[in-house]
């Protein structure tokens, strides 16, 4: 053990109180006692190891620019997370809904523009994107074959026994790779580690994450009917989660014939060009599909070249992952407008639908001409969340901090709060798991994001693919109040049916 530098942090006195009786078996997965957990977590690194559940080690300089260099396991929970069953259907149902709803909210662009007119005011990021979006609407440039690859994101709330909307990632939806491996591995411990582990292997849901959106890639693809053209990973330069993303190249590859090509925004601005025909070419390759794992934040954007990068790849042919407008759709004030009273029903004109989707919604409020719900949240900071327009985890606030930045916000006066929506904070019922990284692994109360991996694809009128296409499920530490595993606060983990 010491040779894996298997460590087990902060058990105390919770081995006792974790044992199972041999003859009884396990009640669920968090039933699992220390000692049996040590004689996992080996089991556990050595499948990781052997199947590429891996990440770039921060420790390691190169490990996010050459693959292969210094690689370690990705952080994951030893055992699923108990969840629902008739929650867990409620939310993959929701899936092909989400997706019609982004297209339909993607295709009224002065939707967009009035929606984010504020928010560009405040927040510079928003309002260059806007600024491309503009562009493309002038130029009438038309997204015949559009492409969405999304995750929407869930917590069971305590409060009020209902399951709800986090936020809909309409762009550079990561773990789909990882993801699907954590299943494979919750299965395997269940089905060949631990005598006394009586868990039962099929209430952890399949996970065929990379699977269908490889196959998505792929058709979309095909429809651009260019056998010699090659998918686009839009890449940051620095990407130490490069193999999730490897994992979908590798199945568009191997199962498609299908060739990518990784570039960094500032490579492609150096590299590509649009031809006559409005055709995008890196080098002499023509490119049918542009797949963003990056873009989604102004760090990825630090100088002109990056931008100029955007405008082209969104004015070209090439089909968009997301394109503009898509991003735009994903946007935290877009999610916050379709929650008023009787906007949904704009772009859903099914009264079931519109009910279903509902259901989800947490309290959402812009801060706009809102004295009532920001005097409530600066009274009641612990109630709410306060959310700017950034993707990537690390970006919200809570608890006292609400009430520091609104006070502040009111005093500097202008459209600051524009740049934020205040969302009502969800209380998450808590677990005991064990939590592995770097090859230590620690005992702990935790809570868990549940997100519905979506794929919609559309030539025109003609609805090719929208389906749930698996998911993901991030643990953290209960004290903890951001979840991004790349970000460092999470784990991956997956579901037991309950």
Known sequence: MDQLKLQAIGSGSDEK?????PKKGLLSPEDVSLELA???VPNALVWASLHGFVVGDKAVQRS????????????????PMP??????RQVCDLAPLFNELVDQVSMDGEFLQESLSRTRRADDFTGRLLDIHSKIMQDNIKQEIRLGLHRSDYML????????QIELNTISSSFAGLGSLVSQLHRYLISHCGEHLSLDSKRVPENTAAKKYAEALAQAWKEFNDLSSIVLVVVQPEERNMYDQHWICMLLKESYGVSTVRKTLAEIDAEGEISSDGSLHIGQQVVAVVYFRAGYTPIDYPSEAEWRARLMLERSSAIKCPSISYHLAGSKKIQQELAKPNVLERFVSNESDVLKLRKCFAGLWSLH????????????PEAFVLKPQREGGGNNIYGKDVKETLLELQRNGGDGLAAYILMQRIFPPTHTSYLVR?????????????????????????????????????TKISSSDEGGVAAGFAVLDSVYLT
């Not at 001409?369 to 009641?380: G, Q, Y």
């Not at 919609?456 to 296409?469: F, P, T």
Request: hydrophobic share 40%; glycine share 10%; proline share 3%.
């Open 17 to 21: 109180h974790s044992a199972i009786d």
């Open 38 to 40: 040590k004689e996992l």
């Open 64 to 79: 996010g620019r050459i693959p292969g260099v210094g690689l370690v396991h990705a952080p994951f929970s030893l055992l």
């Open 83 to 88: 969840f629902p069953e008739v929650c867990w």
């Open 157 to 164: 709330d305590t409060e009020t026994g209902a399951v709800l």
């Open 369 to 380: 001409n809102n004295a009532d719900i920001i005097e409530e949240a600066i009274t009641r």
């Open 438 to 474: 770097d090859g230590i692994f620690q005992q702990n109360k935790t809570v868990s994001e549940l997100g519905i991996f979506g794929a919609y694809l559309r030539n025109k009128d003609n609805v090719l693919i929208n389906n749930q296409s698996g998911y993901l499920m991030r």
